[in-house]
């Protein structure tokens, strides 16, 4: 290629990128705002929420427009890919940042400007992640939302976010070197970056145990950020320490890059992986839900809860078919709204606080619906009915159960994740048991209801369970294969 076809082609490639451009144009613009004003905080504060409303409105209406109005394309010579997979995941990424938005607007958190810059990085780092058809730019989106994550959780002044920031960045490090070295590995042995070409090239004549190291050490960065075991060990602490919507953030957005990456890479590796990966999907969902179990604190539960909720989240994708993956795009579409909806409701029970059990025993009683709706998507959460997280497991076990053939790994995966469902049942109805079953507490908290937020949450996972074709027809009739 020569270099004017070379230009040429970046030149197309910017037509297909223009989300990103205006997340890249608006975050310097905001950024020499924010400079400019520094000299007075509260005028600061003031500009800038209103700006990143816009920002964040603004992209969610760029996606939607390239959803219907741009064709599939590979950018910038195959760096990335726009398709209909990427876009809907990446729609779902501006809708988490807006929740997000909403959550410190709602709860009158009054965060340094620099964390909002720092929410549209992790979203442009998502961005590019769901893009990432290739290993570089898929380290490269996964280090650029993991930078924007730690620097999130230790922007704040006290012990506990340092030592949660510290503990973030040091397991983050450790699974993004293994995940370096995996990626050095892998391109030794196929001589591409490309990963739909990697499994074309190199890896017939490889032998099974050096391709099941590489593959697992390829998948570190990835299993780092969906709080997999053995990458798990930094969740509890750093959700404990750092501010609700930042932790309803982290809780969603991270997940929603990996889990289109982790469903590009998995057709690549070798078959044996799959059941490696079947076994960590169950000793997680284990290892989530025990550990919930004696839990004191909301936010640290929840942590607990992201780790079991992880393994199920990749379930579906070990199917290794479009059922499979459609019912995987379903349960993580059912776990952001379920999990951003439970950590705002937690968070106007107790505002701004630390989220220990002891402040919501009795708050029921003073806002009987939005007790209700923490009631219903810590059932949702727990996937039993009438929610849409009973629809999500029901997908996920589904496909799996109609992959069966006979192989014993699937079988335990199955049954495993069942009787897990029934463990987190426990846990997940401790809140709702406090909200409503003891008696008041005597510490006084900035207590804000907020009947219509609480009877929208309610409306959506309710109709989800009723309809989950809203979610599904887009990831059947959409997504090509």
Known sequence: MTLTDQLQHIAQSLFGFYPELYLVLFFL????LELSTRKNPEATRKLLVPCHWIGALGLLVLLVYQWFHTPDQVLFGQMLSVDSKAVFFKI?????WLVTLFHIQ??????QPELYLLLSGAVLGGLLLCMATNLLTLYLGIEFISLCSYLLVGLHKDIKSSEGSLKYLLFGGISSA???YGISFLYGLTGTMEIAAALETGLQNTPPLVLLVTSLLTLGGLLFKLSLIPFHIWT???YEATPTPVVSFLSAVPKIGVLLVLSRLIHVLPLEVIPVLGGIALISMTAGNVGALWQSNARRLMAYSTIAQAGYLIVGLLVLESAGFHAATFYLSAYVI???SAFLLMDLFAPQTDTRFSLYEGRGKEWPLGGAALTMVMVGLAGFPPTVGFTAKWLVFSSLWESYQGERWILILLIGGILNAAISLVYY???PYLLFFKKTSTEEGDFRAAPILAGLVVLLVL???????LILNPATEMFKF
């Open 178 to 180: 293994v995940m370096l």
């Open 463 to 469: 109709l989800l369970f009723v309809k989950p074709e």
């Open 92 to 96: 779902w990424i501006a809708l988490a």
């Open 29 to 32: 613009a905001v950024l020499i």
């Open 429 to 431: 109805l401790k809140i």
């Open 236 to 238: 509890p602490d750093t």
């Open 338 to 340: 379920l999990s951003m």
């Open 106 to 111: 709602k709860l009158r958190y009054e965060f």
